[in-house]
Nanobody, 121 residues
Framework: QVQLVESGGGLVQAGGSLRLSCAAS????????MGWYRQAPGKQRELVAV???????NYADSVKGRFTISRDSAKRTVYLQMSGLRPEDTAVYYC???????????????WGQGTQVIVSS
């Protein structure tokens, strides 16, 4: 069983910063892409940022230049450094990873439980 544990959400004023973390645990051979999504009330879940196993990154236009995704493969952890936060960044943020499971190396996709980020104006 693979588990994703997120941390780092909270309440912050506009212009402030937060750092989210998501650690994967369980019987894992390796991890491919790791990403962050968010879902605001009444809206669909959307991609925020993704990072491949090779370190390539992709960001939603709305967060480019403000958010930075990174990973520590040895710790099986992905981070999202958020700066210049705006009220419209308020959402539940979810971690998402593609895991290769031993021994078949079948790829499975997992979601974290979500962490709330609230940005006050």
């Amino acid at each position: 069983q693979v588990q994703l544990v997120e941390s780092g959400g909270g309440l912050v004023q506009a212009g402030g910063s937060l750092r989210l973390s998501c650690a994967a645990s369980g019987i894992i051979d390796s991890i491919n892409a790791m990403g962050w999504y968010r879902q605001a009330p009444g809206k669909q879940r959307e991609l925020v940022a993704v990072i491949t196993s090779g370190g390539s990154t992709n960001y939603a236009d709305s967060v480019k230049g403000r958010f930075t995704i990174s990973r520590d493969s040895a710790k099986r952890t992905v981070y999202l450094q958020m700066s210049g936060l705006r009220p419209e960044d308020t959402a539940v943020y979810y971690c998402n990873v593609d895991v290769l499971l031993p021994p078949s190396l079948a790829i499975r996709n997992y979601w974290g439980q979500g962490t709330q980020v609230i940005v006050s104006s």
